[in-house]
Antibody
């Protein structure tokens, strides 16, 4: 069974940095693109970033571009999100989600999420 | 403000049919880009319901169906059940390959 497990969330001060991880089990990690999606308290889902299967291509939402960096280590079946210059509005549950085999940008397997709180 | 517009809420009685709309523009849905739909229960991981406008992943009941026309898409749920009460999101992308979600629609089963 395919499973994704996020980690690395926590409390960080405004302006600080944090690195999230997403570990895969159960499928050929390098085969699929993977995205980060977040949900702020009381808000809807927001797409954050996507990385291609081989890591050569990345895309970002305007709200995080220049502050967040997505990367992956296929040898470790792990996805990362390096977050810097964090703001209060980055407070959210962050999900990693695997790209579906069909449907561009569709996501068919999601982790349970890790919570990031940006506060002084 | 989400680029894709959904009604904040819809409701229906058990057994009824409800439709959730998702309105975009010529920069996303209207450009021919795929629309996907997700079901999200609080505290759980979102679930893919419909991909590429009309297709259901394995295991999704055929009570759920999707359609797309012009700059809009719709999710229809027939034979409404209590377990369908959840938040529903449409998703697409734009020409810069930025992912886009609708604002979400809360479905209440009366």
């Amino acid at each position: 069974e395919v499973q994704l497990l996020e980690s690395g969330g926590g409390l960080v001060q405004p302006g600080g940095s944090l690195r999230l991880s997403c570990a895969d089990s159960g499928f050929t990690f390098s085969t699929y693109a993977i995205s980060w999606v977040r949900q702020a308290p009381g808000r809807g889902l927001e797409w954050v970033s996507l990385i291609s299967g081989n890591g050569a291509s990345t895309n970002y939402a305007d709200s995080v571009k220049g502050r967040f960096t997505i990367s992956r280590d296929n040898s470790k079946s792990t996805l990362y999100l390096q977050m810097s210059s964090l703001r209060a509005e980055d407070t959210a549950v962050y999900y990693c989600a695997k790209g579906a085999p069909a449907g561009y940008y569709a996501m068919d397997v999601w982790g349970q999420g890790t919570t990031v709180t940006v506060s002084s | 403000q989400s680029v894709l517009t959904q009604p904040p809420s819809v409701s229906g009685a058990p057994g009824q049919r409800v439709t959730i709309s998702c309105t975009g523009s010529s920069s996303n849905i209207g450009a021919g880009y795929d629309v996907h739909w997700y079901q999200h229960l609080p505290g759980t991981a979102p679930k893919l319901l419909i991909y590429s406008n009309i297709n259901r992943p394995s295991g999704v009941p055929d009570r759920f169906s999707g359609s797309k026309s012009g700059t809009s898409a719709s999710l229809t749920i027939t034979g409404l059940q209590a377990e369908d009460e959840a938040d529903y999101y449409c998703q697409s992308y734009d020409s810069s390959l930025r992912g886009l979600f609708g604002g979400g629609t809360k479905l209440t089963v009366l």
